[in-house]
């Protein structure tokens, strides 16, 4: 199956932005974006996304939630879950729930953080360790 558009619910519009970027130049995606579960069920409405990208912790409806309400009509779409919450019961309970994979946010800022170190120093190799 060759992905083509994206669903990043996410409330952080910082996180959003910067995923949709990735996704969008690195993997060429048509990216659409909702800032909580229930914007994303009337996003849902309009488009059919490949893959999505779910944040948990959400205002209004949170990502359990919809994960739930979405696998009530929807138990193909691929679902990746952005999470902090890094213990077995929690993804135990995701997977049990549907989801495809999870990236743990924490993990996600210290692998960017140490890539932008070493573009910087790329540009300028005296910049301090």
Do not use: C, W
């Amino acid at each position: 199956m060759t992905l083509r558009k994206a669903l990043i619910i996410e409330d952080d519009s910082k996180i959003r932005m910067l995923f949709k970027r990735l996704l969008e130049k690195k993997f060429r995606l048509e990216v659409s974006e909702a800032v909580d579960g229930q914007h994303a069920l009337e996003v849902l409405k309009n488009i059919a996304p490949d893959i999505i990208f779910l944040d948990i912790g959400m205002p209004r409806m949170n990502g359990v939630e919809f994960l739930a309400a979405l696998r009530q009509t929807d138990e193909v779409t691929p679902v990746v879950v952005l999470t902090s919450f890094n213990s077995k019961e929690f993804v135990e309970k995701m997977v049990g729930l549907g989801i495809s994979g999870f990236i743990i946010k924490t993990d996600f800022v210290v692998s960017l953080e140490e890539r932008i170190y070493e573009i910087f120093q790329k540009i300028s190799p005296a910049y301090p360790q």
